[in-house]
């Protein structure tokens, strides 16, 4: 595709439910990462894949999350048993190579835990 | 370790009148760096990028930074505003080699005025 493409747009799940989000880089490229967005904070690290491998998962701040990318394209950020502190928006930007290049990220999904 | 300060949470200009976002950065590695603009409700995208090639980076719209190693910064810099620039404004960082994570200032909100 033309762009970095996520869905949901917009997400409200109720606490204790598990949600699931997903990013469709653009063709071709290899890495894939995934970011967190506080209201009004800058985005912060979850996890990184170079084509299917998870590469680093150093951000992710529980073990209720978990991100796959079985066949090296699309991947899935999945949160289990969701708490108010997961509201954000979970941002995905992927890239040809090498980082230092600059990554393309998608518009984000908003995730809102009530 | 890697992380940037952005100096000012909130700059605001008048229409025509020069733009100043300050970004100081802290890198134990060669580093990348980038502007990255949100618009409200849209995504993040690349203003510019600096990769240990010529120190002043010209970019989108008007915009250029400049690397002053002496002083770990990185500035960016606008001649005259409009009022499309309203926006969030991040400074990045990131290793200049391999995929490494960006890591994210908390952002500059700039407002033009009329």
């Known amino acids: 595709g033309a762009g970095v493409s996520q869905s949901p747009r917009y997400k409200v799940a109720k606490r204790g439910q598990d949600v699931a989000l997903r990013c469709d880089p653009i063709?071709?490229?290899?890495?894939l990462f995934w970011y967190q967005q506080a209201l009004g904070q800058g985005p912060e690290f979850l996890t990184y894949?170079?084509?299917?491998?998870?590469?680093?998962k150093s951000g992710l701040p529980s073990d209720r999350f978990f991100a796959e990318r079985p066949e090296g394209s699309v991947s899935t950020l999945k949160i289990q048993r969701t708490q108010q502190e997961d509201s954000a928006v979970y941002l995905c930007?992927?890239?040809?190579?090498?980082?230092?290049?600059?990554?393309?990220f998608g518009s984000g999904t908003r995730l809102t835990v009530v | 370790a890697q992380s940037v300060t952005q100096l000012d949470s909130h700059v605001s200009v008048s229409e025509g009148t020069p733009v100043l976002l300050r970004c100081n950065y802290s890198?134990?590695?060669?580093?990348?760096l980038f502007w990255y603009v949100q618009h409200p409700n849209k995504g993040l995208q690349l203003l510019l990028k600096?990769?240990?090639?010529?120190?002043l980076v010209k970019g989108i719209n008007g915009f250029e930074a400049e690397f002053k190693k002496s002083e770990t910064s990185f500035h960016l810099t606008k001649p005259s505003a409009h009022m499309s620039d309203a926006a969030e404004y991040f400074c990045?960082?990131?290793?200049?080699?391999?995929?490494?994570?960006?890591?994210f200032g908390k952002g500059t909100r700039l407002s033009v005025i009329a």
């Open positions: 930007a992927s890239s040809m190579g090498r980082g230092r290049d600059g990554y393309t």
């Open positions: 063709s071709g490229h290899v890495s």
């Open positions: 894949f170079q084509n299917e491998a998870q590469l680093d």
């Open positions: 890198s134990s590695y060669s580093p990348s």
């Open positions: 600096y990769t240990s090639a010529a120190t």
């Open positions: 990045v960082v990131s290793r200049n080699s391999g995929n490494t994570p960006l890591v």
